[in-house]
C-alpha cells in the first residue's frame, strides 16, 4: 500500500533550523508532485511547499527565503530544510503526494511530524 512517513520534526529554538524528510513507497515517487502541507492548532492546513515532478517549486510567500523543499527521486524521499525558524512556524507538518493522470485525482498524505519553535 501507500505510506508517506514524515521524520525530523522537534523542538527547537527560535532562529534555528531542521529538516524534515518524506519517504515513500507504494507508488512511483518520480512521477508524483510533492508537497509539505502544515496545520496549526485552531486552523486549517495550509500549503508550505511544493515541488513538481519536473523540479519546480513553490512555496508560501511566509516561508520564502527561509525553507527549501527538494526532492531525491532515487531514494523517494522529499525533504523540507527549514531555516531560522520562529514560533508562528510550530505546526504539524504533513507530506502530501499528488498527480492528475487521465481525469483522476491520485492524493496521499503522511501521518504529520510536529515542529515545536519555542525557546
Not at 33 to 45: C, I, S, V
Request: charged letters at 15%; a positive charge.
Amino acid at each position: 500500500q501507500v505510506q508517506l512517513v514524515e521524520s525530523g520534526g522537534g523542538l527547537v529554538q527560535p532562529g534555528g533550523s531542521l529538516r524534515l524528510s518524506c519517504a515513500v513507497s507504494g507508488i512511483t515517487f518520480s512521477i508524483y508532485d510533492m508537497g509539505w502541507y502544515r496545520q496549526a492548532p485552531g486552523k486549517q492546513r495550509e500549503l508550505v511547499a511544493r515541488i513538481t515532478s519536473g523540479g519546480s517549486t513553490n512555496y508560501a510567500d511566509s516561508v520564502k527565503g527561509r525553507f527549501t523543499i527538494s526532492r531525491d527521486n532515487a531514494n523517494r524521499t522529499v525533504y523540507l530544510q527549514m531555516n531560522s525558524l520562529k514560533p508562528e512556524h510550530t505546526a504539524v507538518y504533513y507530506c502530501n503526494a499528488d498527480r492528475l493522470w487521465a481525469g483522476r485525482k491520485y492524493n496521499y498524505w503522511g501521518q504529520g511530524t510536529q515542529v515545536t519553535v519555542s525557546s
